[in-house]
């Protein structure tokens, strides 16, 4: 079995692993959180749901430090990461892996190079040892045949299964899934939901999902949370999510579109 340890300073498992207060972020005039509150639970899967533009993407963005928030304070792994320099994240980035939602693959770069890479960037391992983590990774994920291959022979649904081997190749406490389904059929996107829910039997460890993709949420989810508005308009269990009755809800989970979202619409295709 594959374990991915701890490293030195570990958190309390009664803490939240990552937990923002009161963040807002703005780009110019678009404000994109407003004193958003959010609690990652220690150990098990959480979903962030959101319609699109909400700042789902933002929020992975700003708990590995990619982004700083313009106010408030970001907590993860035991740390305030939002003052830290670019050097004082490198040992967060290793470990909280982090699937972006475009994937990002490097083109000229063979799938072992691609994987290995973190490895040359921020550890010791010699090229026997980064080929042998990376084939361990394929194989957990069912792609090792694809090892030598560039990005560009690849399937939408073996790309995705080669960003995602990036993200946990470092054995992350943590892991981030910006939009695992975008781009997948449905049967694909019910492999991934089952791979999800391996990886994070196996790994042990704590998932961050963020998606648009209802059923994966339900099939996932220890614990959700809805953005809306800059805010977590409602954070609980799937029971809680699948029994609310508030209509800003129910119209997420149900896919229908509320007179003021169409509006919102109408309005950005004016723009
Ligand atoms: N670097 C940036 N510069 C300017 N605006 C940005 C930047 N990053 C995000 N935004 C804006 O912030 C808002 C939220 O973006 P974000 O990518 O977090 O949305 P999202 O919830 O992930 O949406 P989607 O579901 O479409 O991926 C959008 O209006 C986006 O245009
Ligand atoms: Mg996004």
Redesign the pocket.
């Known amino acids: 079995m594959i374990r991915c340890g701890p490293v030195a300073g570990i958190p309390d498992p009664s803490q939240p692993l990552i937990a923002l207060r009161n963040v807002s972020k703005s780009?110019?005039d678009?404000h994109?959180l407003r004193e958003l509150n959010l609690d990652v639970p220690s150990g098990g899967t959480t979903v962030i749901l959101?319609?699109?533009?909400?700042?789902?993407?933002?929020?992975l963005?700003l708990i590995i430090g990619l982004?700083q928030p313009d106010a408030g304070s970001v907590m993860a792994l035991g740390e305030r990461i939002d003052q830290l320099q670019e050097q004082q994240l490198v040992d967060i980035r290793r470990r909280i892996g982090f699937l972006f939602?475009q994937g990002a693959l490097f083109d000229s770069m063979s799938v072992l190079e691609n994987i290995a890479f973190p490895l040359r960037e921020h550890s010791d391992m010699d090229a026997g040892a980064r080929r042998a983590a990376a084939l361990d990774v394929l194989h957990l994920l069912g792609i090792e045949s694809c090892i030598d291959r560039l990005p560009g022979e690849l399937s939408g649904g073996q790309r995705k299964r080669v960003a995602l081997a990036r993200a946990i190749v470092q054995r992350p406490e943590c892991i981030l899934y910006?939009?695992p389904t975008t781009g997948l059929d449905p049967i694909r996107s019910d492999v991934v939901a089952h791979l999800l829910n391996q990886l994070q039997e196996r790994l042990g460890g704590t998932s961050l999902v963020?998606t648009?993709d209802i059923p994966l949420a339900f099939k996932v989810a220890d614990h959700m949370v809805l953005?809306r508005d800059g805010k977590a308009w409602l954070s609980g269990s799937p029971d809680i999510f699948q029994n609310s009755t508030d209509p800003v809800v129910r119209n997420f989970l149900d896919g229908t579109a509320s007179a003021e979202d169409l509006l919102a619409m109408e309005s950005e295709h004016a723009a």
């Open positions: 780009f110019g678009v994109v959101g319609p699109s533009g909400a700042g789902k993407s933002v929020t963005k982004l939602q910006d939009e963020v648009h953005l």
